[in-house]
Structure formats: C-alpha cells, structure tokens
C-alpha cells in the first residue's frame, strides 16, 4: 500500500523558503504512473491544489503561486519536495502532499479522486 508522509519546518519566516519533502513508501515515485501531488488547506478556506511532478520528472503548477513555487523530485530517497519562497503570512496552511492516478487526470479538480494523501504538516509563516 502507498503511503505518504510530509516532513519539513513548521515554522517560516516573512520572505523566506517553504521547503517541505514528501516521503513516498510503498511504490517508486519513477516507475508508476501516478502524479505526485502538494495542495494546502488555509485557515477558513479549502483545499488548494498548487503543483505536481508526473513520474517522468515533468512539473505542473497553478498560476497563483507559479512565480515562487518548485516541485523537484529526488528517485534514490523516493522523494518529492516543494520549495515556495518568498512566503507571506498568506502562506499560511496545512500542506499535503498526495498522489493522482493519471486515469483520473480529468478530475483533478475533486478531492476524492486522489487515491493516497499524507496526513498533513502544519506551516506558519510568522516573524
């Protein structure tokens, strides 16, 4: 079974990186053909989902954060990270990592299509 864990600082000051890395067990993050997924949740809103690495090593990210996000992927820890930098209080949120099958590539926009999530790591941005 795959599961996913998110581990990284819980706190981040104003201007700084959010670095955040997504241990994947279970499955190879290269040889399957799933998305790998980060989305956050923010306090009083709901799920957002920012960017994914495909099993190739292709990235895709959502415009609002584009100019500041990274997804990298690294296959001999089985690993994907994000790196967000120059972060705001905004910025502010729950952060999951999750995995997409890419036969549900369609309904990316529904939560329930995603097949594994990790548990979820609080991230402040505060001075």
């Known amino acids: 079974q795959v599961q996913l864990q998110e581990s990284g600082p819980g706190l981040v000051k104003p201007s700084q990186t959010l670095s955040l890395t997504c241990t994947v067990s279970g499955d190879s993050i290269t040889t399957n053909y799933y998305y790998w997924n980060w989305i956050r949740q923010s306090p009083g809103k709901g799920l957002e989902w920012m960017g994914a690495?495909?099993?190739?090593?292709?990235?895709y990210y959502t415009p609002s954060v584009r100019s500041r996000i990274s997804i990298s992927r690294h296959t001999s820890k089985n690993q994907f990270s994000l790196q967000l930098s120059s972060v705001i209080p905004e910025d502010t949120a729950v952060y999951y990592c999750?995995?997409?099958?890419?036969?549900?590539?369609?309904?990316?926009?529904?939560?329930?299509?995603?097949?594994?999530w990790g548990q979820g790591t609080q991230v402040t941005v505060s001075s």
């Open positions: 999750a995995a997409l099958d890419p036969s549900l590539l369609s309904l990316w926009v529904l939560w329930e299509t995603y097949d594994y």
């Open positions: 690495i495909g099993y190739s090593g292709r990235t």
